[in-house]
């Protein structure tokens, strides 16, 4: 959290002295009602709380005593974009979905919350080798929207888990985009795509 110094050109005398603070924009920054610099000392720090910003914004901070005002500008930047996810089905825990009941259903929920910055779209891609699909979304946390069905799988590759269950090698991809339209650079995971017995999956 930032803060700010008022700076006296003398030491305050025994009784201290109360120095008035102002912000020309309370909805980006805002600092106390007042700051006080006890006797004997030339100086005093307050904090200044910020808000998320979508670009960046100016501040003027102005300080009065006894009539005599200083100011100075403190430029608020938005977060820079920070694309992160995670991928947790309920049966089949990190990493992995479970396809069905229905052919353009999974039970996985992919979890953008621990990305960074002022977001306006979650733009969500996957693939496993046939269809590249995908969704975008203002919110966070989504799921899987297969409506390519059966065709999602062709041409995809897969294996068979620590346990035995064979699944299918999906890639899921995320990019933010901001109000700007400035986006983030892709971040993908690998994960664990199990088709439950359907699309002629026998297993």
Not at 18 to 46: D, I, K, M, R, Y
Not at 164 to 190: F, H
Request: proline share 5%.
């Amino acid at each position: 959290m930032p803060t700010g110094t008022v700076t006296l050109t003398t030491a305050a005398p025994p009784s201290g002295v109360v120095v008035q603070l102002q912000s020309s924009n309370t909805l980006v920054a805002q600092v106390p009602a007042s700051v006080s610099v006890v006797g004997g000392q030339s100086s005093a720090t307050f904090t200044i709380t910020t808000s998320t910003v979508g670009a960046a914004s100016p501040v003027t901070i102005t300080a009065n005593l006894g009539g005599a005002a200083r100011s100075a500008t403190l430029t608020v930047i938005p977060i820079s974009l920070e694309a992160a996810f995670s991928v947790t089905s309920p049966a089949k825990g990190n990493d992995a979905c479970l396809y069905g009941p229905g052919t353009d259903e999974a039970d996985c929920v992919l979890d953008a919350s621990a990305s960074r910055g002022t977001i306006d779209r979650y733009i969500w891609t996957y693939w496993t080798g046939g269809a590249v699909i995908g969704h975008s979304t203002p919110q966070a946390r989504s799921a899987l929207q297969l409506d390519t069905e059966c065709r999602f799988f062709e041409n995809a590759r897969g294996g068979d888990d620590a346990s035995g269950n064979k699944y299918i090698q999906m890639t899921v991809e995320l990019v933010l985009q901001d109000r700007n339209n400035v986006r983030t650079s892709p971040v993908r995971r690998a994960v664990r795509l199990y088709p439950n017995r359907l699309c002629g999956f026998t297993y």
